[in-house]
């Protein structure tokens, strides 16, 4: 008979004293987890009145989600559905808010529709002879502007469909894969007639239309190579001349340009005036008349989202994110002066304002929290629940609790993380610890609900989540923590980030030393397979869509900022720090028993990443290992099986090789329709 490790024996007794109301409750399990409702895409009418909104829940049997599209008063109540089965994607209201539109697929090409906000059925508006990519609504609702890539030719679609179709990397608008040029148009409601505004071999990005339409701002760059994001600029077209006029030169990539509702100016978005630096992305403001640009939102450190100018172009209205929270923030233009305007703790995202910027609608979620939509006004914070998704989950399920706790770490560094804790956890007992690494690097654990961290909960695991230094969301000197330009690289002070927080953690007497786990994805897979070559402390480890050789890795993925910042060079200038910095270097090392997981059609971080990794594992023979290929998946996984199956055999992995314990599944409960397929066959 196993020996019973005491924390076991200790939790049992603690689950048995728990309070009636508690007891009722149940761990949370990966079902639980698939079968939330995620609420998400709000939008807020003009007049502030109305909120749209999409509702997705789990269809089993079809290996999906199922979307539906609804509305709902900006005050509350019952919600009513508002789009057919037929669904759509980028939805939006006119600025008049008597439409709304959105893209939807006919005939394999995405188009326009609109329907009114009054009622009726999405009536097709465009029919442009190739996909339709983003779009903009004319400031007066008279013309939607929209982005589209160039069609190939009668002869070139024949040729292509009889096999013409060898791709020729880098060259033209390919990239690694087939590429087409993309141009601006744009569609007049009234005449029904669409124009092209931009004839050029680039690559056009995001956009925005002047409040006179007399001027549209882009960014576009001419190469499709995977590391050339840096090459977007940002341009000025002058509708009425028909020219368009270079306003930046420089090696950083701008994005999301948003004029001011005066016309005399507009902000971007980059993190830095002339070079790609690994730093948050700051606000800045452009002149285009005299091509001055200036500063914005230096007075404000961590991570900006979704800027929205005040109707009197003083102020800019943004989501922010610093350390583990996220709020609503207020800039004044001339003084650069930040004011958040909200204090929650948790994690809040304001989707949409009403066109005086008076109110909002926007999700909320924090540790225990499923997200859900809110409304409020503006100036005086006065939340509105809209919609409550999951209200099952408070009932029914035994949640871990939270704490944001800080340690001291390597060069001076204190790194913030969340520990997590399972319901009824007596102080002072130490119980097994799952280490969890974000992706990114510039990824970051905010305060918000997170599945797997109530299961591992109810298995009886302590969580600690690091935001190690490379993390998006703090300073940005934490930012640039993990660059060469800083003395460190990646997995060298992160590395110490990490295990400095376990050590603290132990030293607190709530993880027991002898029963560690690690688990991570993406950069969560690259410095979980290194943290397994550098020691022997963790018993397991579950590593997925990571990179654990840089120099194979080069030209396949993504590796700009390998090269500028967290190695430095390229493998032929700088050929042992790429050996010195890749874990297959170390795989020798290994005696972590190790989990891997990749999706075969990953593009970030490429799939014969793990097979190497696990190949050598394998030859070595020092430790258990196995590795899962997911047919069709990319680098985020999609189909529900497959993220049940990642989920379950992570779990009795780590049961096993932490606990000792052979571990399966609850068999996951029939559907309706299997239920009445199998009553039948019965008959």
Request: neutral net charge; aromatic residues 12%; glycine residues 10%.
């Given at each position: 008979m196993?020996?019973i490790p005491?924390f076991l024996?200790?939790?049992?007794?603690?689950y048995g004293?728990?309070?009636?109301?508690e007891?009722?409750?149940?761990?949370?399990t990966?079902?639980?987890a698939l079968?939330?409702?995620?609420?998400?895409?709000?939008?807020?009418s003009?007049?502030?009145?109305?909120?749209?909104?999409?509702r997705s829940e789990?269809?089993?049997?079809k290996n999906?989600?199922k979307?539906k599209?609804?509305?709902?008063?900006?005050q509350?109540?019952?919600?009513f559905?508002?789009?057919?089965?037929?669904?759509g994607s980028?939805?939006q209201?006119?600025p008049d808010?008597?439409?709304?539109s959105f893209?939807?697929?006919i005939?394999?090409?995405?188009q326009?529709?609109?329907?009114?906000?009054?009622?009726?059925?999405?009536i097709?508006?465009t029919?442009h002879?190739?996909?339709i990519g983003?779009?903009k609504?004319a400031p007066d609702s008279?013309?939607i502007?929209f982005?589209?890539?160039e069609?190939r030719?009668?002869?070139e679609?024949?040729?292509?469909?009889a096999?013409n179709?060898a791709?020729?990397?880098?060259?033209?608008?390919n990239?690694q894969?087939?590429?087409?040029y993309r141009?601006?148009?744009?569609?007049?409601?009234?005449?029904?007639?669409e124009?092209?505004?931009t004839?050029e071999?680039?690559?056009?990005g995001?956009?925005d239309?002047?409040?006179?339409k007399?001027?549209?701002?882009?960014?576009a760059r001419?190469?499709?190579?995977?590391?050339?994001?840096?090459q977007?600029?940002?341009?000025?077209?002058d509708?009425?001349q028909?020219k368009?006029v270079?306003?930046?030169e420089?090696?950083?990539p701008e994005?999301?340009?948003?004029?001011s509702?005066?016309?005399k100016?507009?902000t971007?978005?980059?993190a830095d005036?002339?070079?790609?630096?690994?730093?948050?992305?700051?606000l800045w403001?452009?002149?285009p008349a005299?091509?001055?640009h200036?500063?914005?939102?230096g007075k404000?450190?961590?991570?900006?989202r979704?800027?929205t100018w005040?109707?009197?172009?003083?102020?800019?209205?943004?989501n922010?994110?610093?350390?583990?929270?996220s709020?609503?923030?207020?800039l004044?233009?001339?003084?650069?002066?930040?004011?958040?305007?909200?204090h929650?703790?948790g994690t809040m995202?304001?989707?949409?304002?009403?066109?005086?910027?008076?109110?909002m609608?926007?999700s909320?979620t924090?540790?225990?929290?499923?997200?859900?939509?809110y409304?409020?006004?503006?100036?005086?914070f006065?939340?509105?629940?809209?919609?409550?998704?999951?209200p099952?989950?408070e009932?029914?399920?035994l949640?871990a609790?939270?704490e944001?706790?800080?340690?001291?770490s390597?060069?001076?560094?204190?790194i913030?993380?969340?520990f997590?804790l399972?319901?009824?956890?007596k102080s002072?007992?130490?119980?097994p610890l799952?280490?969890?690494i974000?992706?990114?690097?510039?990824?970051c654990?905010?305060?918000?609900?997170?599945?797997?961290y109530h299961?591992?909960?109810g298995?009886?695991?302590?969580?600690l989540?690091?935001n190690v230094?490379?993390?998006?969301?703090?300073?940005?000197?934490?930012?640039?923590?993990?660059?060469?330009?800083?003395g460190?690289?990646i997995?060298k002070?992160?590395?110490w980030d990490l295990?400095?927080g376990?050590?603290f953690?132990?030293?607190k007497d709530?993880?027991?030393p002898d029963?560690?786990?690690?688990?991570?994805w993406?950069?969560g897979g690259?410095?979980?397979?290194w943290?397994?070559?550098q020691t022997d402390?963790?018993?397991?480890a579950s590593?997925?869509?990571?990179?654990y050789?840089?120099t194979s890795?080069?030209g396949p993925g993504f590796?700009?900022d390998v090269?500028?910042?967290?190695?430095?060079?390229?493998p032929?200038e700088?050929?042992q720090?790429w050996?010195?910095?890749?874990a297959?270097?170390?795989?020798?090392?290994?005696?972590?028993p190790?989990l891997?997981l990749h999706?075969i059609?990953d593009?970030?971080d490429t799939e014969?990443?793990?097979m190497m990794f696990?190949?050598?594992?394998k030859d070595?023979?020092k430790?258990?290992?196995r590795y899962?290929?997911?047919?069709?998946?990319?680098?985020?996984f999609?189909?529900?099986r497959?993220?049940?199956?990642?989920?379950?055999?992570?779990?009795?992995w780590?049961?096993?090789y932490v606990l000792?314990v052979?571990?399966?599944?609850?068999?996951r409960?029939l559907?309706k329709?299997?239920?009445?397929e199998a009553e039948?066959?019965k008959?």
């Open positions: 196993k020996k005491l024996l200790v939790i049992g007794l603690v004293i728990l309070g009636a109301e007891t009722q409750r149940r761990p949370m990966v079902d639980d079968n939330m409702i995620q609420i998400r895409n709000p939008l807020i003009p007049d502030g009145d109305w909120v749209f909104y999409s789990l269809d089993w049997d999906k989600r979307t599209y609804y509305m709902v008063s900006a509350g109540g019952e919600p559905q508002f789009i057919g089965e037929a669904g980028a939805f209201f006119s808010g008597k439409f709304l893209r939807r697929t005939d394999k090409f995405s326009i529709f609109l329907m009114p906000t009054s009622g009726g059925e999405g097709q508006l029919k002879k190739n996909s983003s779009y609504w008279t013309q502007f982005v589209a890539s069609p030719s009668k002869e679609e024949k040729e292509y469909k096999g179709d791709i020729f990397v880098d060259e033209g608008p990239g894969n087939q590429g087409s141009n601006l148009w744009v569609y007049d409601l009234k005449s029904k007639e124009t092209k505004l004839d071999k680039f690559l056009l995001s956009f239309v002047s409040p006179d007399k001027q549209i701002i882009f960014t001419t190469s499709n190579r995977r590391n050339d994001g840096y977007s600029e940002i341009y000025l077209y509708l009425e028909k368009k270079r306003l930046t420089n090696n950083s994005s999301s340009p948003l004029w509702p005066d016309g100016s507009f971007y978005l980059a005036d002339q070079e790609w630096l690994n730093r948050n992305s700051k403001l452009m002149d005299a091509k001055k200036r500063l914005l939102s404000f450190e961590g991570s900006i979704g800027a005040t109707l009197d172009s003083h102020f800019l209205l943004f922010g994110q610093q350390g583990t929270n709020n609503l923030y207020r004044e233009v001339v003084s650069g002066q930040v004011t958040q305007l909200t929650v703790i995202r304001v989707s949409g304002f009403s066109r005086n910027r008076d109110k609608v926007y909320f924090d540790f225990d929290t499923p997200s859900d939509l409304s409020s006004t503006v100036d005086s006065q939340p509105v629940r809209l919609t409550e998704g999951n099952w989950v009932k029914e399920l949640l609790s939270m944001v706790i800080r340690w001291p390597k060069n001076g560094f204190e913030e993380g969340l997590h399972p319901a009824g956890y002072g007992t130490r119980i799952m280490v969890n974000h992706g990114g690097p510039a990824g654990f905010g305060n918000s609900f997170r599945s797997i299961i591992y909960a298995l009886g695991y302590a969580s989540s690091p230094r490379g993390s998006s969301g703090y300073t940005d000197k934490l930012r640039e923590g993990n660059t060469v330009q800083s460190d690289g997995g002070g992160d590395y295990m400095n376990v050590d953690v132990i030293g709530q993880a027991d029963f560690l786990a690690l688990r991570g993406s950069y690259i410095l979980g397979g943290t397994i070559t402390r963790f018993k397991s590593i997925g869509a990571g990179v050789d840089w890795e080069y590796n700009h090269r500028l910042w967290h190695i430095g060079g390229t032929w700088n050929p720090a050996r010195e910095q890749s297959l270097t170390f795989v020798n090392n290994v005696k972590t190790t891997l999706g059609n593009p970030t014969a990443q793990s696990f190949v050598a594992l070595i023979g430790a258990p290992t899962i290929r997911f047919p069709r998946e990319p680098h985020g999609r189909e529900p497959h993220q049940r199956i990642r989920d379950v055999e992570e779990i009795k780590m049961q096993k000792g052979d571990w399966d599944a609850p068999k409960p559907s329709k299997a239920k009445e039948e066959e008959k």
